[in-house]
Nanobody
Framework: QVQVVESGGGLVQAGGSLRLSCVASGNIFSINTMGWYRQAPGKQRELVAVISRGGNTNYADFVMGRFTISRDNAKNTAFLHAVYLQMRSLKPEDTAVYYC??????????WGQGTQVTVSS
C-alpha cells in the first residue's frame, strides 16, 4: 500500500507563485510515475504535469511554461517518492483542488487527499 500526502496550497493573488509538495510513503519501490492533477468546481479532474522515475516530464498545454514539476533526489532513479510543482504567473482559472498521484501503472495508482489552490483576481 502507498500513502500520498500533498501540502503547499493556499490563497495567492493573480500573477503570484505557489509551490506544492507531495510525498509518497509505504511500498514505494515500484512507483514509476508521480504527477499532479487538478479539479475545479463543476469540472472533471485533469492532468497538470507528470514525472517519471527516470525524470521524463509531461505537461498539460494550459501550463504554457508557467509550472515546473520536479522530483526529489533526481540522481537516484531507483525509486520515486517525492515530487514538487512550482507554479508561477498564476491565474484565477488555476483555482482548483490539486491532487497528487503516485502510480505503478494505469491500473495501480494512489491519490492524495488534495490541496486547495485559490487565485484571486
Amino acid at each position: 500500500q502507498v500513502q500520498v500526502v500533498e501540502s503547499g496550497g493556499g490563497l495567492v493573488q493573480a500573477g503570484g507563485s505557489l509551490r506544492l509538495s507531495c510525498v509518497a510513503s509505504g511500498n514505494i519501490f515500484s512507483i514509476n510515475t508521480m504527477g499532479w492533477y487538478r479539479q475545479a468546481p463543476g469540472k472533471q479532474r485533469e492532468l497538470v504535469a507528470v514525472i517519471s522515475r527516470g525524470g521524463n516530464t509531461n505537461y498539460a498545454d494550459f501550463v504554457m511554461g508557467r509550472f515546473t514539476i520536479s522530483r526529489d533526489n533526481a540522481k537516484n532513479t531507483a525509486f520515486l517518492h517525492a515530487v514538487y510543482l512550482q507554479m508561477r504567473s498564476l491565474k484565477p482559472e488555476d483555482t482548483a483542488v490539486y491532487y497528487c498521484n503516485a502510480a505503478r501503472n494505469s491500473m495501480n495508482d494512489y491519490w492524495g487527499q488534495g490541496t486547495q489552490v485559490t487565485v484571486s483576481s
